[in-house]
T-cell receptor, first 112, second 111 residues
Framework: GNSVTQMEGPVTLSEEAFLTINCTYTATGYPSLFWYVQYPGEGLQLLLKATKADDKGSNKGFEATYRKETTSFHLEKGSVQVSDSAVYFC???????????FGQGTTLQVKP | NAGVTQTPKFRVLKTGQSMTLLCAQD?????MYWYRQDPGMGLRLIHYSVGEGTTAKGEVPDGYNVSRLKKQNFLLGLESAAPSQTSVYFCATKGQYYEQYFGPGTRLTVT
């Protein structure tokens, strides 16, 4: 079945450091891929998406490229801020019911 | 636009009590979902609906019931709450590209 694997956290970085959170997936067909962010005490917010191979999703300085050959969708940001501290979820959807398959989440802590 | 809203935000129940969580959306989306989020377990799908009057089971449906009488509302019911149902519950709707939009969550504690 479909599945998503994220790198385990927590990830601790200093402000202005480069961020990479790895995400790989297993799926049949051509799923859409997403990154969600969850700040403490809040719901999940869609951060970015890619709907086909080689698409690059971007938002708020975050980027991720849909790599079908490596079945990956790694999240990157060139310079993180303290306000980026949150839990990040990678997800895929490919069924007609629109059900999302989530990774376990990666906690990012950015220190001043 | 409010997007997706959930009521209540917090609730404490005693074992055996019942309650209903309400999800409302003003996005005119057909599909709606209920998830629960537990530490170390990620998000798990409880039930979902592909349109008014329809419901279907997700990954962890036992102990929950749902109804979708109106397109904009999706109700999650607990008939006899158990401590194992202590969790944070999220409602979501599906957009055009399979992305989902989440509500702010309901934090439920069952003692």
């Amino acid at each position: 079945g479909n599945s998503v694997t994220q790198m385990e956290g927590p990830v601790t970085l200093s402000e202005e450091a480069f961020l990479t959170i790895n995400c790989t997936y297993t799926a049949t067909g051509y799923p859409s891929l997403f990154w969600y962010v969850q700040y403490p005490g809040e719901g999940l917010q869609l951060l970015l998406k890619a709907t086909k191979a080689d698409d690059k999703g971007s938002n708020k300085g975050f980027e991720a490229t849909y790599r079908k050959e490596t079945t990956s969708f790694h999240l990157e940001k060139g310079s993180v801020q303290v306000s980026d501290s949150a839990v990040y979820f990678c997800a895929l959807s490919g069924s007609n019911t629109g059900k999302l398959i989530f990774g376990q989440g990666t906690t990012l802590q950015v220190k001043p | 636009n409010a997007g997706v809203t959930q009521t209540p935000k917090f609730r404490v129940l005693k074992t055996g009590q019942s309650m209903t969580l309400l999800c409302a959306q003003d996005m005119n989306h057909e599909y709606m979902y209920w998830y629960r989020q537990d530490p170390g377990m990620g998000l798990r799908l409880i039930h979902y609906s592909v349109g008014e009057g329809t419901t279907a089971k997700g990954e962890v449906p036992d102990g929950y019931n749902v109804s979708r009488l109106k397109k904009q509302n999706f109700l999650l019911g607990l008939e006899s709450a158990a401590p194992s149902q202590t969790s944070v519950y999220f409602c979501a709707t599906k957009g055009q590209y399979y992305e989902q939009y989440f509500g702010p969550g309901t934090r439920l504690t069952v003692t």
